[in-house]
């Protein structure tokens, strides 16, 4: 069953801990995105990753980094967390051929306090 | 400034009535239209895929059309279900590869009732 799958579901942190949210996808898949839904807001791209350490900022990157060091694997780390960056956070994955399906995880709701 | 527009923001319906959700994008270049479905606390589904200039597609009881020229599209639920229930979201691509961004829209808040 190809599936994306992010852990942890949920997490709470204080404001300037550290965050390590994980991506999985047993697809192959060539491309991967974090995204973060806000209320009455669009998904906003934050990094996409092209393949191995071939990562690319979003359209909000900033108070983000990111790790790609397996083509499965792809994490989003917050270095000193802010109460803004509450959120909900979505890993995507893509084959990134013409038109090809995406696949999102469930989420990561982030709460910082 | 948002470049994809949702309508409605949220719609009621009872169960086995048809629906409507309305999509407007002023996104250039529009290389395809996507729409997902996102159930309450989960992630992203896909229902279709549209890509031609006027495009139609239709899968089970969802139909979608898009017109370019009018930066428009139309995804019609034929008799709900309570299944239904979700927040759907159009998607422009602006480009067909990994190397071009999706634009979300903020999505239609729907609920079927019995």
């Known amino acids: 069953d190809m599936k994306v799958t992010q852990m942890p579901r949920y997490l709470i942190k204080r404001m300037g801990e550290n965050v390590l949210l994980e991506c999985g996808q047993d697809?192959?898949?060539?491309?991967m995105y974090w995204y973060r839904q806000d209320p009455g807001l669009g998904l906003q791209l934050i990094y996409i990753s092209y393949d191995v350490d071939s990562n690319s900022e979003g359209d909000i990157p900033k108070g983000y980094r990111v790790s790609r060091k397996k083509r499965e694997h792809f994490s989003l780390i917050l270095d000193s967390a802010k109460t803004n960056q509450t959120s909900v956070y979505f890993c995507a994955s893509s084959s990134g051929q013409a038109n090809s399906d995406y696949t999102f995880g469930s989420g990561t709701r982030l709460l910082v306090i | 400034k948002t470049q994809v527009e949702q309508s409605p923001q949220s719609l009621v319906v009872r169960q086995g009535e048809n629906c409507v959700l309305q999509?407007?994008?002023?996104?250039?270049?529009?290389?395809?239209l996507r729409w997902f479905k996102q159930d309450t606390g989960k992630g992203l589904v896909s229902l279709t895929v549209l890509v031609d200039q006027k495009d139609k597609t239709s899968n089970g009881r969802y139909s979608a059309t898009l017109d370019k020229d009018a930066k428009h599209s139309t995804l019609h639920i034929t008799a709900t279900l309570l299944d239904d229930t979700a927040t759907y979201i159009c998607v422009v691509g602006d480009r067909g590869s990994a190397l071009g961004r999706l634009h979300f829209g903020a999505g239609t808040q729907l609920i079927v009732i019995p």
């Open positions: 697809m192959s898949h060539e491309t």
């Open positions: 999509c407007n994008y002023s996104v250039t270049p529009d290389n395809h």
